[in-house]
């Protein structure tokens, strides 16, 4: 069944049809666009989102890293960015396969409806001007035969009157064969043209409108096939990024997973244990005997020059009582403001780094020197002289970073030897059960069970002033090394041709060398073992740092 069969005499339908088709066709395109905008403020919130909760330190830097709870809180950070970028792949591939596509589409239909509908309309009118014309002959033709048939009888009466002439009764005649003749030629001309609009009429009814039509039906079902493509590719965009979702959501769990308490409180120890040994008991300090005193001595108990005699230890109570509020301290180089602990740690990190300073100027040197063999063997290449003043810098670098490291090894054995006398007095000293206070210490009412419940369960002393500098930022000496060139590894999860500028092609599977993290855009920069390097999408990686 086709349009110009059954529907030959429905053409304002096919009409009307055919552009709520094209109407429907833009509607889904607006749609889509409006989808992608969606989309789009979609997934910028959520970047904005993930860099308003991204620390503001370096990992390095911020003690808190260290925690495996921020480390999941960063990991889901991370997902949600690469989830975010998901939503942007999105929006790209409907706004170029759907809504471009589809716009363009749109306009060729309306081009090709438009010439059909005009061909339909200039064959309409044809056909009407032939009908004109049939219906002009067909009026002179009874005109003529009225006008013949009037002159045949005006003949006619003349012949039978006796008073009319010889000359009047030809010229009567005459005229009624004028007319008859006129009439035939009309009824001729008349049969003729309307032969003519029957064959033309019958062409149009069952030859061009029919093809016209369809066309018109030819033209609907490729743009009815073409939107439910379109439809189709709503759920495609989507199903490809299904993967790469999971992925992220199933890092997000992972995340979740990786949470480990016990460690996270082992950090805590790590990071801010002082090494300082427990305060010991308290002596007992007898204050009955001045109560023996012969009353000429005092009879108000206070000493000669007449002031109040304070009693009791009320300076060393602040001591024995590190909870409370410390007083500022001053940051040394040596770190001996900070608990034997803490500096032991300190001097440690510094150490390394300046040794690691040091093994850089060193391999400088070297290089230097051999940049110079080859000047002098080859002077076209460069002048050997350039090169002394970078060898006499490297070299006077050498020198002062062996005396800061001879410094901090002596610093640092000191330190050790604090804490290992500090270990050694605990322990000594804890050998027995303290006894039990004879009452309260001063000033305990309100945190008392607070205080002990502290010091009874933890072997946590509190840190000194200083907690709020970034003293306390350094890590465990397992965790302190800093890889020299990669921060990372990571492994592509699929294949990605780098053809724009500043990108690297890497195969599904293969194994890269991190160097950068994804600083929010969406991008990681990345080694090859075989060589290269460039930036790749963060979420066709899995990424695991050093």
Known sequence: MDWGTELWDQFDVIERHTQWGLDLLDRYVKFV??????????????????KKYLPKRPAKDDPESKFSQQQSFLQILQEVNDFAGQRELVAENLSVRVCLELAKYSQEMKQERKMHFQEGRR????????????ENSKRKFERDCREAEKAAQTAE?????INATKADVEK??????????????????????????????????????????????????????????????????????????????????????????????????ELHKSGFARPGDVEFEDFSQPMNRAPSDSSLG????????????????AKRWPFGKKNKTVVTEDFSHLPPE?????????????????????????????????YEKTPQMGDPASLEPRITETLN????????????????????????????????????????????????????????????SSEETPLEEGQDT??????????????????????????????????????????????????????????????GEGYVPTSYLRVTLN
């Open 33 to 50: 666009k409006e989808r992608t905008d969606v989309e789009q403020a979609y997934a910028k919130q959520l970047r904005s989102l993930v």
């Open 123 to 134: 064959a309409q009118q044809q056909l009407e001007s032939g009908f004109k014309q049939l």
């Open 157 to 161: 009466r003349l012949d039978q009157d």
């Open 172 to 269: 009567a005649k005459q005229q009624a064969h004028l007319r008859s003749h006129m009439a035939e030629e009309s009824k001729n001309e008349y049969a003729a043209q309307l032969q003519r609009f029957n064959r033309d009429q019958a062409h149009f009814y069952f030859s061009q409108m029919p093809q016209i039509f369809d066309k018109l039906q030819n033209m609907d079902e490729r743009r009815a096939t073409h939107l439910g493509a379109g439809y189709g590719l709503l759920s495609e965009a989507e199903l490809q990024v299904v993967p790469i979702i999971a992925k992220c959501l199933e890092g997000m769990k992972v995340a979740a997973a990786a949470v480990d308490a016990k460690n996270d409180s082992q950090v805590l120890i």
């Open 302 to 317: 206070t000493p000669s020059d007449g002031r109040p005699e304070l009693r009791g230890p009320t300076r060393s109570r």
């Open 342 to 374: 803490q500096q032991r740690k300190r001097l440690q990190q510094q150490l390394e780094d300046r040794n690691r300073e040091l093994q850089k100027e060193v391999d400088q040197r070297e290089a230097l020197k051999k940049m110079k063999d080859v």
């Open 397 to 456: 670098n050498i020198e002062r970073l062996k005396l800061e490291v001879q410094k901090y090894e002596a610093w640092l054995a000191e330190a050790e030897s604090r804490v290992l006398s500090n270990r050694g007095d605990s322990l000594s000293r804890h050998t027995r059960p303290p006894d039990p206070p004879a009452s309260a210490p001063p000033d305990s009412s309100s945190s008392n069970s607070g205080s002990q419940n502290n010091k009874e």
């Open 470 to 531: 970034p003293i306390y930022t350094e890590f465990d000496e397992d965790f302190e090394e800093e890889p020299a060139s990669p921060i990372g590894h990571c492994v592509a999860i699929y294949h990605f041709e780098g053809s724009s500028e500043g990108t690297i092609s890497m195969a599904e599977g293969e194994d890269l060398s991190l160097m950068e993290e994804d600083k929010g855009d969406g991008w990681t920069r990345v080694r090859r073992k075989q060589g």
